[in-house]
């Protein structure tokens, strides 16, 4: 401990007339008056950062703000009527969306990087508080002429001795890998990467490859270049979209988070 600290928690002591320290030989040791001063210090500490959270919604121009993380499927499936409902209701809000992959946006709402998050995974992810929100599929790209076009639904492993088109980040294809690797035979050819949905479709149309693609991000693109996409029989294929917060948010504490949150959350008509 330094001498000004030190100083400043004698002075402490001496207005309050109860030791807050054990001084020995080997360094300090709170009192139980130290630690549950200590204790009070950090509840108002936390109570300070949320009220800074609150003004911090508002944003500079007074107008109240929400940062949303979300996954690119959420976002060109989920997040567009969602957002037209949720203005309606409070016309003067403002919202920061960040397209961010899945594997990331748990880890920006505990970090207090976003105040609401949307991502795909297996199970809910550690660290923050979840709310099942949608589910949605992974379905299989091709040409119409393609020899797969003839079926309407198959096993990812029956097109496997086809190229693909794909974009595969390190941690989305460590993922990937981990539930669909387990149903094929080999690793998938993958020819071109690019992460862009209507790239990817347009490669797929040149003939370059097939590929493995969210139904929502695949279904804009399929009669504008004359694609087919066919239902994956893999159960990996059936995805679950979660909502998130940070289990340190008590919603009471951010109105207009706990707003988004429930028009989020609300069954649609």
């Known amino acids: 401990m330094t001498s000004g600290?030190?100083?400043?928690?004698?002075?402490?002591?001496s207005r309050l007339g109860v030791d807050l320290l054990i001084r020995h030989a080997r360094g300090v040791q709170g009192t139980p008056a130290g630690l549950s001063l200590y204790h009070h210090a950090k509840a108002i500490l936390r109570r300070v950062e949320i009220a800074q959270d609150v003004v911090a919604e508002f944003g500079k121009a007074g107008n109240p703000k929400v940062r949303l993380a979300a996954n690119p499927s959420s976002i060109i499936a989920y997040i567009p009527p969602i957002t037209r409902r949720y203005l309606s209701e409070s016309p003067t809000a403002r919202i920061d969306l960040q397209e961010r992959y899945s594997y990331d946006i748990p880890r920006l709402v505990a970090e207090n990087d976003a105040d609401v998050g949307i991502y795909h995974a297996l199970s809910p992810a550690p660290g923050v508080t979840s709310y099942p929100f949608k589910r949605d599929r992974i379905v299989l790209v091709t040409r119409r002429d393609h020899p797969l076009a003839r079926v309407d639904e198959i096993f990812l492993e029956h097109a496997n001795s086809y190229p693909f088109v794909g974009y595969f980040p390190r941690h989305t294809y460590d993922a990937f890998s981990s539930f669909a690797g387990r149903s094929l035979s080999r690793p998938l050819d993958v020819k071109i990467e690019?992460?862009?949905y209507e790239a990817r479709c347009r490669l797929i149309q040149e003939g370059?490859?097939?590929?493995?693609?969210p139904e929502p991000n695949a279904s804009p693109y399929l009669n504008l270049y004359n694609l087919k996409a066919l239902k994956l029989l893999d159960e990996w294929a059936e995805r679950q979209l979660y909502v998130c917060i940070s289990n340190d948010r008590d919603l009471s504490d951010y109105p207009e988070t706990k707003r988004f949150l429930d028009c989020l959350l609300a069954k649609s008509d």
């Open 208 to 213: 370059i490859g097939i590929g493995v693609i």
């Open 194 to 196: 690019v992460g862009n």
């Open 5 to 13: 600290a030190s100083k400043r928690i004698a002075d402490l002591e």
